[in-house]
């Protein structure tokens, strides 16, 4: 199983990005995928998860209506939209693998991290 991040980057505070969790190694469909973001100093925070075998999908209450996880089945990638961006989302992010959701972290595969930087 491996998962690698990508798309973080400096954006303004309002603006847009969106992170790319490219997996390979196990058939999606039976898993579930999770973003995770952490900033030095502070504990991990589960961001959104989604459980492909049920369609279910969770966010965090500190991004819901501003952050979208999606499936691109063709690549077996998934995506973070993040709208909104605010400093406040300043991290690293992480996408991680498991059967299924544990927006407390407790998920098998993770990938490489990517930055996120909003500015004010």
């Known amino acids: 199983v491996q998962l690698q991040a990508s798309g973080g980057g400096l954006v303004q505070s309002g603006g847009s990005l969106r992170l790319s969790c490219t997996t390979s190694?196990?058939?999606?469909?039976?898993?579930?995928i999770a973003w995770f973001r952490q900033t030095p100093g502070k504990e991990r925070e589960g961001v959104s998860c989604i459980r492909f075998s049920t369609g279910s999908i969770n966010y965090a209450d500190s991004v819901k209506g501003r952050f979208t996880i999606s499936r691109d089945n063709a690549k077996d990638t998934v995506y973070l939209q993040m709208n909104g961006l605010k400093p406040e989302d300043t991290a690293v992010y992480y996408c991680?693998?498991?059967?299924?959701?544990?927006?407390?972290?407790?998920?098998?595969?993770w990938g490489k991290g990517t930055q996120v930087t909003v500015s004010s």
């Open positions: 190694g196990f058939t999606l469909d039976y898993y579930s």
């Open positions: 991680a693998a498991d059967l299924i959701c544990d927006l407390g972290g407790a998920m098998d595969y």
